[in-house]
């Protein structure tokens, strides 16, 4: 027979009475019903304007279109693959600069990461794609990297400054220089509290990669577009969107997943678990001592 294990109190609430208890499990059962009414009422508006006809989505059976879509599809993850690691890059480079002891260099990167951060993603884009005359491929990554790395830089200089004081005191009275410090002691705790941070940035690259449709890069939007433009049946752009959309959610999960896995083998990792010590015990005296 199992036991319900009671609720316990914490610093943010007390533990709920029975009273509270049950207005929570109504609170729950009304949200989960206005919730299950709305998706029907979506399912009857679709069924009932006719989306899931068979004329509108045989023609994606076609070849013609499947392909279409796979190159749009492998166009998004391209730039979004170059952006992610450019982003990085750039957010590392500028993270040292801003924690750099030489105020020009500091003053410098911190009026760059304010300037691109500030910048909408999408002027940077266009600037880059119809002033500088760059191809639209370029134009998208320079545009997702200087914005997502401007970003990125923030985060990586935050969870820097954010371990612990005697962490980089200890290591520097080893002898440890700055760059060793930073690079073996500070960065390796900083990436596993900025980890899910990082992961955040990343899906908004990989989300922001769907502009590229706006300078006419091939990507998975833009086939989309193309798809719903040209076919002639009736309201094609609904379909399309539902084929879409869950395409692009599920490449979001897929990295929310993998951000997650990351971090439960960091905490498996021997490497990073406490080292037992040994009791004390009695040793050999130094000469003189009794």
């Not at 957010?91 to 760059?112: C, D, N, Q």
């Not at 990554?141 to 830089?153: E, Q």
Request: hydrophobic share 50%; net charge positive.
């Amino acid at each position: 027979m199992t036991t319900r294990t009671a609720p316990s109190a914490t610093a943010l609430y007390d533990i709920p009475g029975p009273a509270t208890r049950k207005r929570h499990r109504l609170y729950g059962i009304v949200s989960t019903a206005l919730i299950l009414a709305l998706v029907g009422w979506v399912v009857y508006l679709l069924f009932d304007t006719e989306q899931f006809t068979s004329a509108k989505w045989t023609p994606f059976t076609y070849k013609g279109i499947q392909e279409l879509l796979l190159r749009g599809l492998g166009n998004t993850l391209k730039a979004f693959a170059y952006a992610a690691v450019l982003s990085l890059l750039l957010g590392a480079v500028l993270a040292v600069g801003r924690l750099s002891e030489h105020r020009v260099v500091r003053w410098i990167a911190t009026v760059l990461v304010e300037f691109f951060r500030a910048m909408p993603v999408l002027v940077m884009i266009f600037f880059i794609f119809v002033a500088l005359k760059v191809q639209p491929l370029p134009a998208l990554v320079t545009g997702l990297t200087l914005y997502n790395g401007s970003v990125l830089a923030e985060v990586f200089r935050t969870g820097i400054v954010s371990v612990e004081r005697g962490q980089s005191e200890a290591a520097y009275a080893l002898g440890l220089r700055k760059t060793q410090v930073t690079t073996f002691v500070l960065a390796p705790q900083a990436v596993r509290a900025m980890l899910p941070t990082i992961i955040s940035q990343l899906v908004v690259a990989l989300k922001d990669t769907s502009l590229g449709y706006l300078i006419t890069y091939e990507e998975f939007l833009h086939a989309g577009k193309l798809i719903a433009s040209n076919l002639d049946y009736d309201l094609p752009f609904i379909p399309v969107v539902m084929v879409i959309s869950p395409i692009y959610i599920g490449m979001c999960m897929l990295l929310s997943w993998f951000a997650t896995w990351v971090a439960k083998r960091e905490r498996r990792n021997p490497k990073m678990k406490a080292v037992e010590i040994a009791p004390a015990e009695p040793g050999t005296l130094l000469p003189g001592v009794q």
